[in-house]
């Protein structure tokens, strides 16, 4: 199932990198309006990932990856890519972005601006 997420006032979609570039079982780190964002390709699913662990801002670009489960190297949190968190959830909750591979190129959808 495709998500079909058309681009408004608040969002853009920016080309990150050739979907080659991240075959399934690979991540990629990427930067993008000075955000760093981490893309993960599980099994075909791509996931997409604010590289700042919530819970003390770690990096999780080299967090270690169980099936879709994220440990953060800093404190050993475990984050799962493939659920998204409940709002009012006691957990603490990744920042995703929406990813999709179109026309051969992986597209992110972040933010339009957040220069002040
Ligand atoms: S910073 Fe990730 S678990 Fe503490």
Request: charged share 20%.
């Amino acid at each position: 199932m495709t998500s079909q997420h058309q681009p408004d006032d608040m969002t853009k979609q920016v080309q990150v990198a050739p979907a080659g570039e991240l075959p399934p079982g690979q991540r990629k780190l990427v930067f993008v309006d000075g955000r760093s964002i981490v893309l993960f390709n599980i099994d075909g699913a791509l996931h997409a990932i604010d590289n700042s662990c919530p819970h003390n801002g770690a990096s999780l670009a080299n967090g270690r990856l169980e099936g879709s489960i994220l440990q953060c190297p800093a404190h050993g949190l475990r984050f799962d890519l493939a659920k998204s968190c409940e709002p009012g959830s006691a957990s603490l909750c990744l920042r995703r972005f929406q990813l999709r591979e179109e026309e051969g190129s992986l597209m992110l959808l972040v933010e339009s601006s957040t220069a002040p």
